[in-house]
């Protein structure tokens, strides 16, 4: 189960020592796997950061590099190419699922541009920060704490056997509400995105700064959704 | 580099099977008995007077079902990667037990007669078998295999099963998923293109996959299942009936007799392969005072009755659907995979759950159900030897099943990898102290999907250690969690301030540890491993010598005179050259005598099988009954009559 992964970046390729980029995954020479550079994300696809892209190049992209990368091909490889292989193949994967899809790719890239972002993962914040008070945004206050004390009476209902067809329509309505919300951020998200690619620095912070402030807001949206889906689907 | 064969196994719970690839199709390899199957059966022979006690495999293994059912395992794949606690309760429906000292945390034992054995010993001993099959095969050392795994099993039960690999001898290049297999046997046409369902319902698992195929890419888009859920909970559900309906007619708690509820385990596994084709089947059962339990079971009550069984598939199916974010209209085709799914009622719900008749559509059954998975395995064999030409384009890219964790403050899961990313897949995720000074740092690492991880299957508890004494919250530790391309989790740490790399000190929650597994490698416990030239001879010459045994006793079987005078000497000549090889120690020349032997006796063969067949008739004693299917090769089950087209 343990394996210390140790990416020192030599100059030349160590099978046939022509000097290459530390950057590359194959040496242009020999064609042999190289250590990990510790390239991100967009530069194993030999990508620069960019926030519109092109999914069906993405995915041949992913299934091009696969072939030439994945462990089935260093199965009776060297200990250090498969090692690699490994490497470079997880990375590779992990690039492919975060830029497929538009929300994390747009975290990433933000992260990357040295953002703050706040945690992405579902479950990490679960508990308190489920509907942390300090951050729900200010138009949306009073609507969540309408909402919250309805999921807490609903609850209630569920626990004592009853049900509440008015509570529930009342319920059902607020989430088609927060979904349509999230429409809405996801749209300005993209507008943000034409912005970031094409712009200069000075747009870009901009932009950078708008998109953190629609990702805290759908993050936030996206939790009061799965609460009321799961309070009404319980 | 080694440039050795590898093959394709696929271990299953009921049979096990190794396939390796010929030319550009795959090919199951026979056993020494002419059978494709080797049942997952395990027995332990009496012990000789002073010698030690023989371990059997396969059909042979079988044969001390009824007579030592205490001496006997099966279905050891549903214990394997699984604790105490876990195991205890699906014990009760199995004739063997546990060694009565088994701790919790320890790796469970098996009693069996005076040995004990843990899980992966016994499926190494499965694998050993086929290993030697392989090699039999070949007429050279096997060491390389693909092996086949629940797509559902999780991070113990792959180590566990790559644990077994090992103690057989076998490096395992790769675990593969057992849909994805089926499909890579399926799909070697590299035109195909499409999205496909495989579901696959075996002896006592089930799984769910879907995947896309592209220009030889198999993407596998989800993946879900019931590593508990098979045909052998519906033999349960019927044992558990026929022993509750004896019981309240009877007065005899069958329960309290091993060999007696194997019998009826038999005679369920008859009545429910019955009921794949006949509108009804009978329990006719003596019982140990004399009385009968005679029962009819119209399709339509069993059809009821296992409802509730096959149900449980569609849970798993509908949210593999949603996860890869397509509808039952857009699955282009189902393969169906495993025994189980020859069931009518099975079929019936994969038609309901996908859609087919009503899109014109019907599921994929043109490949045997018991052997496909290990054809696909010997596909992946192949592709990872690099050896053939029609997997050459083939890539594999399968998913992780299950979400990967760490415990958060308060139990709760921060889930760092998803279940079905692509794997190879890793995270990574920054640890500090809580206290001035603090030297090490314990991060718990579970499995699945639920909010806390006491929910969850505990993976392993990580100890980071050695970390410079600062003030609390300055050491910044970077963790790397990697899931290989076997789905098994591989851990690594380092220090970022320090630079170090962090000692971590692994504590796995099931398993054995590498020098456990060390001291269980089978040959040192055979402490024989001959060279291999003599162990062939050896194989040889009791392959000779059974058959030889056999033609004896036909000679006295009445087909004997049905022979015509030429075919009784051909025979005849055929023995006295077999016996006169078998005195040498020439392989190859008794290895070709003795299948001449075998050819000119086919005959024979024939005409008692045809004996045996006519004779037969229903309610003979279970002894009768036991011997006759251990002397049954092709059968699926350990206790099941023969195969079934």
Redesign the interface.
């Known amino acids: ?5 140790d990416s020192a970046v030599p100059v030349s390729c160590w099978s046939c020592s022509v000097s290459h980029q530390s950057s590359t995954l194959f040496c242009p020479h020999c064609s042999k796997i190289q250590p990990p550079s510790g390239g991100n994300f967009f530069s194993v696809f030999g990508l620069e950061p960019r926030l519109e892209l092109d999914l069906g190049m993405l995915e041949h992209q992913f ?1 091009k590099l ?2 030439k990368l ?4 260093y ?4 200990d250090s190419e498969r090692e690699w292989s ?2 470079d ?3 590779l ?2 690039a ?2 975060t830029l497929k899809d538009p929300i994390r790719r747009t975290e990433y890239l933000l992260k990357l541009s040295g953002a703050e972002i706040g945690e992405e ?4 914040t ?3 920060g489920r509907t942390d008070p300090s951050r729900v945004p200010v138009d949306l206050l009073e609507e969540v704490f309408e909402l919250n004390m309805q999921l807490e009476e609903m609850r209630a209902a569920r626990q004592a056997g009853e049900n509440d067809p008015h509570l529930q329509q009342s319920l059902t309505a607020a989430k088609t509400k927060f979904d349509g919300l999230m429409d809405d951020v996801d749209s300005d998200l993209r507008e943000q995105w034409t912005a970031w690619d094409s712009g200069d620095t000075g747009i870009r912070a901009n932009a950078q700064k708008t998109m953190v402030a629609l990702l805290d807001r759908r993050r936030y949206l996206a939790n009061l959704v799965r609460d009321v889906t799961e309070t009404l689907g319980a | 580099m080694s440039e050795g064969r590898v093959v394709g196994i696929d271990l299953g719970t009921t049979n096990s099977l190794v396939a390796y690839m010929q030319g550009d199709a795959p090919v199951v390899i026979p056993g020494v008995d002419g059978s494709n199957l080797v049942p997952s059966v395990v027995a332990l022979d009496p012990m000789q007077e002073g010698g030690r006690p023989t371990v059997t495999v396969g059909n042979s293994a079988r044969r001390s079902l009824i007579e030592t059912p205490e001496r006997v395992v099966y279905s050891v794949k549903r214990l394997m990667g699984r604790g105490l606690s876990e195991v205890q309760r699906e014990l009760s429906f199995f004739p063997f037990h546990l060694a009565s000292d088994v701790q919790e945390g320890e790796v469970p034992r098996i009693q069996l007669g005076e040995m004990r054995f843990t899980p992966p010993e016994i499926s190494a001993y499965v694998l050993r078998q086929l290993k030697r099959n392989a090699e039999r095969f070949f007429g050279e050392p096997v060491t390389q295999a693909v092996i086949t795994v629940p797509a559902y099993f999780n991070d113990a039960q792959r180590q566990a099963t790559k644990d077994a690999g090992r103690m057989a001898g076998l490096e395992v290049l790769r675990l593969v998923n057992e849909p994805t297999a089926a499909a890579l046997a399926y799909g070697l046409d590299r035109a195909k293109t499409g999205t496909i369902a495989v579901y696959d319902l075996g002896g006592g698992t089930f799984d769910i996959s879907i995947l896309k195929l592209n220009d030889g890419i198999f993407e596998v888009q989800s993946t879900n299942g019931d590593t508990h859920l098979g045909g052998d909970d519906i033999d349960n559900l019927l044992l558990a009936i026929a022993l509750d309906e004896i019981h309240a007619e009877h007065g005899i708690d069958l329960r309290q007799h091993p060999s007696a509820v194997q019998a009826i385990r038999k005679a369920a596994i008859d009545a429910k392969i019955r009921l794949s084709a006949d509108q009804s089947a009978q329990f006719d059962i003596e019982l140990p005072n004399g009385d009968r339990y005679q029962r009819e079971i119209p399709r339509d009550v069993y059809e009821q009755l296992i409802e509730p069984i096959l149900e449980r598939t569609a849970g798993p199916c509908k949210q593999a659907m949603t996860d890869a974010g397509i509808t039952q209209e857009q699955i282009d085709e189902v393969v169906l995979v495993g025994g189980s799914t020859r069931i009518p009622a099975v079929r019936a719900l994969v038609d309901s759950l996908f859609h087919l008749s009503a899109r014109g559509k019907k599921p994929h059954t043109d490949l045997n159900p018991d052997e496909v998975v290990a054809l696909g395995a010997a596909v992946q064999a192949s592709i990872l030897a690099g050896s053939s030409q029609t997997t050459e384009e083939l890539l594999l890219l399968d998913v992780t099943p299950l979400s990967l964790g760490i415990e958060a403050l308060g139990g709760v899961v921060a889930r760092i990898i998803l279940r079905n990313s692509t794997i190879p897949a890793s995270a990574t995720e920054h640890f500090t102290t809580g206290v001035d000074g603090q030297t090490n740092v314990a991060i718990h690492v579970v499995q699945g999907e639920r909010e806390l991880a006491a929910d969850c299957r505990s993976l392993a508890r990580f100890d980071l250690k050695g970390i410079p004494p600062m003030s609390a919250g300055l050491p910044r530790i970077e963790v790397k969690f990697l899931i290989d391309a076997d789905g098994i989790l591989h851990v690594s740490a380092r220090e970022q301030r320090s630079g170090k790399a962090a000692e971590i000190e692994v504590k796995p929650t099931y398993g054995l540890t590498d020098e456990q597994v060390e001291t269980m490698i089978l040959d040192s416990f055979d402490h024989a491993e001959e060279d291999f030239a003599k162990r062939l001879l050896i194989e040889a010459r009791n392959e000779a010598e059974s058959i030889l045994a056999k033609v004896a006793q036909a000679r006295s079987n009445p087909a004997w005179s049905h022979l015509t005078g030429e075919e009784q000497s051909a025979i005849d000549a055929a023995r006295d050259h077999l016996a006169s090889v078998n005195a040498g120690e020439d392989t190859n020349s008794i290895r070709e005598a003795t299948l001449a032997l075998d050819r000119t006796t086919q005959h024979l063969a024939e005409l008692m099988m045809d004996a045996a067949v006519t004779s037969a008739i229903r309610g003979k004693t279970m002894e009768a009954a036991g011997e006759e299917l251990a002397d049954n090769v092709t059968a699926p089950h350990p206790m099941a009559p023969a195969e079934f087209k």
């Open positions: 189960m343990l394996n210390v992964l299934h696969s072939r994945h462990p089935d091909r199965a009776r490889a060297t490994l490497a193949t997880a990375l994967n992990d492919y699922r993962h579902a479950g990490k679960a508990g308190a």
